[in-house]
């Protein structure tokens, strides 16, 4: 299985910060990898999918990029309404898997 | 707008076997492989497996000897059976879409919570 190892595991800044969450996969995935969001008691909602490209409708203060099998999401200046778990999933081989998640509050 | 749907019963006894129903409306089955994933009680996400209109399958290795996945294209509907369940089962199911040649995940259900206790 490829291991996805996500950190941190928590974070707290303030609004406004510039916030960075990693994953970083245990052997390559090309850019088979998604990030998504999720609020207290409701399913994930998909940010980011091939590591850099914008889900439609998600604020541009969300951002992807890769480099090798290092992968970061980036929120440029964070709102109150970003606070929630943030989780990686890879695709490129089956079985699928997440990353540990990084719980993200102000 | 595709709307997946989710239900099944809640509260389980060990060794009986888990039934949740994914319904999906504003779409068609076909074109996507249907997911199942499912996250213990704060804890992280947890892939089982998907299945297409066909009825072909990828499962998780750890749950391949339990788990079953249907597929009903009369009725739109996906299945998910697990049987001989354990307290370690306990979590909030979830069926998620992948749409085919894209990136998954783009719509999933509201999540069933399913709890194993004697």
């Known amino acids: 299985d490829i291991q996805m190892t996500q950190f941190p595991s928590s974070l707290s800044a303030s609004v406004g910060d510039r916030v960075t969450i990693t994953c970083r996969a245990s052997q390559g995935i090309r850019n088979d990898l998604g990030w998504f969001q999720q609020k207290p008691g409701k399913a994930p909602e998909r940010l980011i999918y091939a590591a850099s490209n914008l889900q439609s409708g998600v604020p541009s203060r969300f951002s992807g990029s890769e480099s090798g099998t290092e992968f970061t999401l980036t929120i440029s200046s964070l709102q109150p309404e970003d606070v929630a778990t943030y989780y990686c999933l890879q695709h490129h081989a089956y079985p699928l898997t997440f990353g540990g998640g990084t719980k993200v509050e102000i | 707008q595709v709307q997946l749907q989710q239900w099944g019963a809640g509260l389980l006894v060990p060794s009986e076997t888990l039934s949740l129903t994914c319904a999906v409306s504003?779409?068609?089955?076909?074109?996507?492989?249907w997911n199942w994933i499912r996250q213990p009680p704060g804890k992280g996400l947890e892939w089982i497996g998907e299945i297409n209109q066909s009825g072909i399958t990828n499962y998780n290795p750890s749950l391949k000897s339990r788990v079953a996945l249907l597929v009903d294209t009369s009725q739109n509907q996906v299945f998910l059976r697990l049987r001989s369940v354990t307290a370690a089962d306990t979590a909030v199911y979830y069926c998620?879409?992948?749409?085919?040649?894209?990136?998954?995940?783009?719509?999933w259900g509201q999540g069933t919570l399913v709890t194993v206790s004697s």
């Open positions: 998620a879409r992948w749409p085919l040649r894209e990136d998954p995940f783009d719509s």
């Open positions: 504003g779409g068609s089955l076909s074109g996507y492989y």
